[in-house]
């Protein structure tokens, strides 16, 4: 937490506190909303408005983003979203700062004004691909960020990526093609990296799982030959390698059957695209969540492996401002100052480009305190 102090006309302080940062991915030219904690305040309890604010926010004098809403009632928000000259202008690995201005005022007829400025990290575009995951304790489907994830080639290309991976517990749907008791990469995984019968890749993971469909009713179970080939990899040590009772046929702990039918979906989970949505049915006709997921992560030809945030910050400036129902007191010198919030890191968004998503974050109090 980082403290501000907004200083009132009487002297007294106002003792404010700035979150911590959070993230989300947007896609360029997608909207991303952003909420506002609802601390802006003023101390003579009259509601406090936007009155206008910048529509355009510009880098190198090339528009790369607009703004198209700022609100207070209701919900605090507003609402940036970013072209494809983002990409072009902040190069990877460099740090660009980015603003727009707002007036805001009371009813009292009291105005102060504020910058919000970005500060956007430049980064390599992430990668995703596609492996099914089961999940495996009622929870939901559970990943890791590419942070926290593995060594793996996860796009079955014969190179180790840095990826993000399964949670501990939920499992991959997979298949020891080659019987070595492993799972070498991706090709074993059921995903864009699966290849088909027909020799070419599978656009996502149902569609590998729907070529081993040998009777054509839409779903996998113990009338299709495959079937008992088929297995869960529950990682519970989190290390990318298979070790001893990680690996179990899915006759063996009750996964009867597997829906082929999926419904489009855009869940994330740290940083992760829950993009299909399916199911598993256990002996007793239970309902579990399957689901293909886009994992991130880092090819490892090129070594690229990177983090993104764009911090969200209030620089300090300070206003004179006479309030309409104090002319008296201003005619006798008394003027009342606003000092409007000084805050280190706001909060953080990430922008990253092709990856879409639309997403609500919660970056921290605005802080405009109009006295």
């Known amino acids: 937490w980082n403290n501000v102090k907004l200083i009132g006309a009487t002297g007294a302080d106002y003792d404010l506190q700035v979150t911590a940062s959070l993230y989300n991915f947007v896609d360029e030219d997608t909207c991303l909303t952003i909420d506002v904690l609802d601390n802006d305040s003023d101390p003579e309890a009259t509601a406090l408005s936007i009155d206008s604010f910048d529509t355009q926010v510009t880098l190198n004098a090339v528009v790369v983003g607009t703004v198209t809403e700022v609100t207070l009632d209701g919900k605090q928000q507003l609402k940036f979203t970013p072209n494809a000259n983002m990409d072009a202008q902040v190069a990877d690995g460099t740090t660009e700062t980015l603003s727009f201005n707002y007036v805001l005022s009371d009813a009292d007829g009291g105005t102060d004004s504020a910058t919000v400025t970005f500060i956007v990290n430049g980064v390599t575009t992430p990668t ?22 593995v060594q793996f080639d996860i796009n079955g290309d014969g190179h180790i990526d840095q990826t993000a991976w399964v949670g501990s517990d939920d499992a991959f749907l997979v298949r020891d093609i080659n019987g070595d008791g492993k799972i070498n990469g991706a090709a074993e995984l059921f995903g864009s990296a699966t290849v088909l019968g027909n020799g070419e890749k599978a656009e996502d993971g149902f569609a590998a799982l729907a070529d081993l469909d040998s009777n054509s009713d839409g779903v996998i179970n113990a009338l299709d030959t495959m079937y008992d080939q088929l297995q869960t990899w529950q990682d519970q040590n989190q290390d990318g390698l298979v070790q001893d009772g990680e690996l179990k046929f899915l006759k063996d702990i009750d996964v009867a059957e597997l829906n082929l039918v999926a419904t489009e979906g855009n869940d994330w989970d740290n940083g992760n695209l829950i993009g299909l949505n399916s199911s598993w049915s256990d002996s007793s006709d ?33 206003e004179q401002i006479v309030f309409a129902e104090d002319l008296v007191a201003a005619e006798e010198n008394t003027v009342h100052t606003a000092n409007n919030s000084a805050s280190a890191e706001q909060a953080s968004t990430e922008y990253v480009a092709p990856v879409a998503e639309t997403g609500m974050v919660d970056i921290g109090p605005s802080n405009d305190t109009v006295l």
């Open 128 to 149: 995703l691909t596609t492996p099914l995951i089961l999940d495996l304790d009622g929870d939901g489907i559970e990943t890791t960020t590419l942070a926290d994830g």
């Open 286 to 318: 239970q309902q579990h969540e399957l689901a293909d997921v886009w994992l991130h992560y880092a090819s490892g030809e090129d070594g690229s492996f990177v983090e993104f945030s764009a911090d969200f910050t209030m620089p300090q400036t300070e």
